[in-house]
């Protein structure tokens, strides 16, 4: 293998990755590292609380658009709405 100046190996760029991957993998993926940074409970406590997207964000540690999507997918505004309708019941 050919080495730097300084007997370190050089990196080939033949053994980049080609691009080739699983659709169905990457596609988990980009939803598994959002879920990860704001689970379900997360957004759950964050719409209850009524903390702002920036707020949450810094909180957090994710973007304000990772925040919001979460939020959105996993309907926390509405199912904390939907909890306290029904505890005033």
């Given at each position: 293998?050919?080495?730097?100046?300084?007997?370190r190996p050089?990196?080939?760029?033949?053994?980049w990755?080609t691009?080739?991957y699983?659709k169905?993998m990457e596609?988990?993926?980009?939803?598994?590292?959002?879920a990860?940074?704001?689970?379900?409970?997360?957004?759950?406590?964050?719409a209850?609380l009524?903390?702002?997207i920036?707020?949450?964000?810094?909180?957090?540690?994710?973007?304000?658009?990772?925040?919001r999507m979460?939020?959105?997918?996993?309907?926390a505004?509405?199912?904390?709405?939907?909890?306290?309708?029904f505890?005033?019941?």
């Amino acid at each position: 293998m050919p080495t730097t100046g300084n007997g370190r190996p050089l990196i080939s760029v033949t053994n980049w990755p080609t691009g080739n991957y699983d659709k169905t993998m990457e596609e988990e993926a980009n939803w598994l590292g959002p879920a990860l940074l704001v689970s379900d409970e997360a957004a759950m406590h964050i719409a209850a609380l009524s903390l702002t997207i920036s707020k949450a964000s810094d909180m957090y540690g994710a973007s304000e658009p990772l925040v919001r999507m979460r939020l959105n997918v996993t309907g926390a505004y509405q199912r904390v709405a939907n909890r306290r309708r029904f505890a005033r019941a």
